[in-house]
T-cell receptor, first 114, second 116 residues
Framework: KQEVTQIPAALSVPEGENLVLNCSFTDSAIYNLQWFRQDPGKGLTSLLLIQSSQREQTSGRLNASLDKSSGRSTLYIAASQPGDSATYLCAVRPAETSGSRLTFGEGTQLTVNP | EAGVTQFPSHSVIEKGQTVTLRCDPISGHDNLYWYRRVMGKEIKFLLHFVKESKQDESGMPNNRFLAERTGGTYSTLKVQPAELEDSGVYFC??????????????FGPGTRLTVL
């Protein structure tokens, strides 16, 4: 059974700092991995999707890496801003099922202080 | 282009009552998914529709939950009768699913259900 863990559960940093969020998963048989952002009371916004054959994806100040063999992904946020404050969720699409489901971690709650 | 929409945004009901949640996927998305997040836990998969057919309903917790997608457009999720442990946020997502490796699921804002 696939399990996803995110560390840390919460993170508070000053504005301008570069930071790394971690995600680990127990089964390397995945189709892809997605990073999402959730603002309070809002839905999930997809940030980056990394296919199982890829090593990283970049979008603006965000860079996500994937090491499938070790079951790890990181989300790097450069030059953090107060507007980056949100909960960041990691989800994998396991190949063990029909490919329907995403399996989520519990998230990292990020606060960027001005 | 409109995103995934869900109605209502909040629902407060008493134990034993019935509640129906609605999801309208992005136009043209044949794949529709339901997830939920109960307090203190991670978001968990409930089921997946391809058009009007249930592709995978292995995440449905019990037979008090009934999902439908008549006509392959919007979907409803009915909880009857509701129990206290059903409280949480119910998310709907949709995707085109052209290829599993690149398929992105787009999520709605969720419905917050509180059962008293």
């Amino acid at each position: 059974k696939q399990e996803v863990t995110q560390i840390p559960a919460a993170l508070s940093v000053p504005e301008g700092e570069n930071l790394v969020l971690n995600c680990s998963f127990t089964d390397s048989a995945i189709y892809n991995l997605q990073w999402f952002r959730q603002d309070p009371g809002k839905g999930l916004t997809s940030l980056l999707l990394i296919q199982s054959s890829q090593r990283e994806q970049t979008s603006g100040r965000l860079n996500a890496s994937l090491d499938k063999s070790s079951g790890r992904s990181t989300l790097y946020i450069a030059a953090s801003q107060p507007g980056d404050s949100a909960t960041y969720l990691c989800a994998v699409r396991p190949a063990e099922t029909s490919g329907s489901r995403l399996t989520f971690g519990e998230g990292t709650q990020l606060t960027v202080n001005p | 282009e409109a995103g995934v929409t869900q109605f209502p945004s909040h629902s407060v009901i008493e134990k034993g009552q019935t509640v129906t949640l609605r999801c309208d996927p992005i136009s043209g998305h044949d794949n529709l998914y339901w997830y939920r997040r109960v307090m203190g836990k991670e978001i968990k998969f409930l089921l997946h529709f391809v058009k009007e057919s249930k592709q995978d309903e292995s995440g449905m917790p019990n037979n008090r939950f009934l999902a439908e997608r008549t006509g392959g457009t919007y979907s409803t999720l009915k909880v009857q009768p509701a129990e206290l442990e059903d409280s949480g946020v119910y998310f709907c997502a949709s995707s085109q699913r052209l290829a599993l490796s690149t398929d992105t699921q787009y999520f709605g804002p969720g419905t917050r259900l509180t059962v008293l």
